[in-house]
Each structure stands twice: as C-alpha cells, then as structure tokens.
C-alpha cells in the first residue's frame, strides 16, 4: 500500500482548488475509533480561472505602463498590492473584482473591455492576483 496519495479537483472556476490527501492509519494509534485504515486532510488553495502566463504577457503590452511591479503611477497609494486591493477595489481582492475593473475602468484608468476579450482579461486578472499573493517578486 503506498505511503499516500493526492487527488486534486475544482467544483467551478468561481471555488477554491481543493486537495485530498489519503493516508494510511495505523489501529493501534487509532484506539477506540472506528479504524477504517485510510486518513484524509483537505487543503485548500486558491483556483485561478484564467491563465496567469498568459496573463503576465497581457499585462506586459497592456498595463505595465502605469503598474509596472504593481505600482501605480498615476495614484501611488491604489498599488496592485494585496492591501491596496483589498483596501481600493470595489468588491475586494478577487479576480470578478479585477475583472470588472479592467473590464470597465475607473477614475484615471481606462475600459479595457473593448480593447482586450474576456479571456485576456481573465487571463490579466489571474496575473495581477498570483503577483500580490507573491508580492510582485
């Protein structure tokens, strides 16, 4: 019997990633229990949808201009960081709310949605996420 194994699976693109781990149980350490032999521990992670390579290149030709490493030229404080996205970004840190601020802009920052499809920018929007989760290293 191997040591583990790993089963991963998304209910929808809008849900964490969730990962099972199984995992054999020793009876003797399971006294008292109904010892079925196998243990599970759930992880969670976050399941971007769109394609975060595909979106650094997007918002390389795009964006960069004013959020290189996820700064902003034009307002300072409204980063691309993870404070900033919770603290600015109507609806949180989440790719619907990047989405939808790319899609239709705001203030300084420009519609992309009828320059980019929607696939760019989801792609944009899994990218400007993963990069504030890594803090734009």
Known sequence: MPRHFASSWSI??????????FFPI???VAKGAAAVGVGAVIAA?????????AGEQ???ANCA????????????EKTLEKEALDQYLAGGRTEK?????VTGGKNAMPAFGGRLSDEEIANVAAYVLASA?????
């Open 45 to 53: 992670a976050p399941a971007l949808a769109g394609d975060v390579g």
């Open 26 to 28: 020793d009876p003797q």
């Open 97 to 101: 709310s990047i989405i939808s601020q």
């Open 12 to 21: 929808n693109q809008s849900q964490p990633q969730l990962t099972l781990i």
């Open 65 to 76: 201009a004013c959020h290189a490493g996820g700064q902003n030229v034009i307002m300072p």
């Open 133 to 137: 989760e890594a803090g734009w290293e």
């Open 58 to 60: 997007i918002f390389n």
